[in-house]
Structure formats: C-alpha cells, structure tokens
C-alpha cells in the first residue's frame, strides 16, 4: 500500500484541506483522539467569542435580561437536536455531572443493586460506588464480553446482570473504553419490561449518530455536546422521563430551585453558560458539512485506521466485526502485557505525543490494552499510518533484547 499523501482524504473529497483548516488544531499533531475532548472549530469558537463580548460589554444585563431567553431558545434547540422532550431537557457541564444528578436524587436503599457493564465509564462506575456506599446498596458488574457477533449479543450479556434487587441499570449507548455500539433500544425496552430503571449514558452519541431519546424512551438519558457536535467543552444534556421530572434536581441548589424541573437547572450561580448558548452554532456547522458525509467518512475512516495500525503492529482481528458495532471509534487490541493498567495505558499515550507527535487514547479492559481510535472531518488516512509507525517503533523498542 504506497503511503497516503497528508494532504489529501480521497475518503472525504477533493475539498479535505478546506475543511481540515476549520480546525485550529496544531497541524504538526495527528489528532486521534477526538473522542476523549472534542476539537472546537473555529466558526464556532468565534460564535462563542461573540456571546462572550456581549456578557462582557454589560454583565447587568446579560444575565437579567439577554441569558434567560437566550438560553432557553439553545435549550430547546439541543432538545430538538436529540429528539427530547423539551420539557424534561436540561443543559449540564458533562456527562458525568448528569449521573451524579441522577444518582444523587435516585433514593437508593439498602438492598438495591446498581447495575453497570464492565464497558462502563470509569468516573461513572466511582459514582455508582459512591452513591450505593451511601445508601447502603451495592454495585453489580455485568460482563460483557469481546467478541460479539450480533449487537444482540450485547443486549442479552446485559440483561443477564439483572436480579430482583436491581433498582436502575447504567447502559452505555458508544462504550468509552471500546467503542462497542450497544443495542440500547431494545436493552432499554427489556429493562422496562423488568421494572428496572434505564440511565442512558450517551455521552458520545450526539453527533456520532443520529439519536432519538423520546424513541428510546429511558427513564434517564445524557449525553454531550463538545464531542462530536464539536461544540465548547461544557455542553451537554440531561433528559429525564415525566414521572421522575418531579425529584431530579442540579447538584446546585441556587435561585430557581422552587421553580420546577427545567427552570431549577437554567440558573445554577454566576457561570460562563456561553458553551450551552452555542450549541445551536455548532450543530449548524456540522450539519453544513453534511450529517449524512460526515458520518459515512468517519466510519469508514476509523475502519481504515484500525487496518492500518493493525497492520503495522503486525495484530490479526481476534474479534467479530459486525455492521453496526463501531461507528466514528474503534479498537485495536495491543500485544499482550504491553498495558494493563490506566496508568502504563497514560504513559505510553503521553510517549506517543512527545516522540512521535500523535495523540491516542489506550485503555486497559479486561485482561488486555486497547488503542482506540477517533475518525472526525480533520482527519486523513495519513494520520494513522504515523500512528502505526510510531506504535511499532515504541513496541519493538520495549521488546527488544537487553545486553
């Protein structure tokens, strides 16, 4: 296979530079890792600037008059977005925050059991702890293991965690440490049919694909906004169904706390609330480039970086890949013993970065390391042959014979 050209992406088209240069990402980095941070482009930088120079050229009246309504019109843009239930949508910093809330109102009791996989997010599964400690419940861990060969695989590994005492489960939609798309419709339907409470964790799905939350229909659902919709870090949502609307309430108690569900989020203190006011921006953006093509390119690229990284390390697929298990993210299993805790996962990103230039999220799941990878408009194929080369350099380094 010659080399890709870095300045091209026969994947996305002839006008690639174009739309690689709405980035202000630094052009001498291969930005692989878009699914841990975001990349903010600059159009929508620029968006959140002007909201900026508005709040600074007269706080007063900003936040008394200009920010309510404002925030209320981005609100129910986001909510229309995902397909939620304006009147049970909220804005949040994270999703992270979204599950402490949850949690944090859920009145868990002795006995009860918390659900999870062993996909989960790993500050989600220290709040579930955290939360069940409280309560005096307990944390239940469904294995979900590699390989699958239908999505419905993962949905029947899922259910098989639930029991009696199972009061909610925290079902990932696009699993942070693998990527793995999980079939949470029908997840969430069965859990439903179980008298078991469903907590979404979307955090990478806005964007990524399309989503419907009223469709899915979860007790709790959240994800964010500065992943794939690109906007300002800080921007996510938080949907809950009308029957829990009525307990849920900000970790911050301010000024709107007796005012009802949404209003109780849309005031939480003095806070820089410009990354939610632009995500309205930012979905414009995106879809300008096309949903449709900017989705296509990022799943086929992932797909391409997996092969070529895959190759270069000189890794053979030890698990299915069926349509529908990755979509913008991927993973490639790294030689065995090579990573096997956050921290050696940490270290080897951070060699990547200084030596090579590349930025890669590796996580260690289950017994093993695992590369996963990012695929966003930025992107050429030439950014994972730089990875793939500077992996097998760092690997044959570590294998090498010592004298």
Known sequence: MPSPNPQENPLWGSDWPEVRALWPLDPAIAHLNHGSFGAVPTPVLEAQERWRRKTEADPNRFFWEVLPGALEEARRAAAAFVHADPEGFVFGPNGTTAVNTVLARLDLRAGDEVLLTDHVYGALRLAAERACDRAGATVAISPVPLPADRPEELADAVLAGVSRRTRLAIVEHIASPTALVFPVGEIVRRLRDAGVLSLVDAAHCPGMIDVDV???APDFWTGN???????PRGSAGLAVAPEHRHR???LVTSWEADKGFVPSFGWIGTDDYTAYLTVP???AFMAGLGWDRLRRHNRELAR????MVREAIGIRADWSEADGLFEAMTIVALPAGV???MDEGRALSVRLLREHGVVAAIFPWGERGFLRLSAQAYNAPADYERLGAALATILRRETAPRN
Do not use: Q, Y
């Open 248 to 250: 849920i309430a900000p």
């Open 225 to 231: 906004f500065h992943k794939w919709v690109c906007s």
């Open 281 to 283: 921006d930012a979905a």
């Open 339 to 341: 990573v096997t805790t």
């Open 304 to 307: 391409l970086g997996r092969e």
């Open 214 to 216: 009223a469709a899915l």
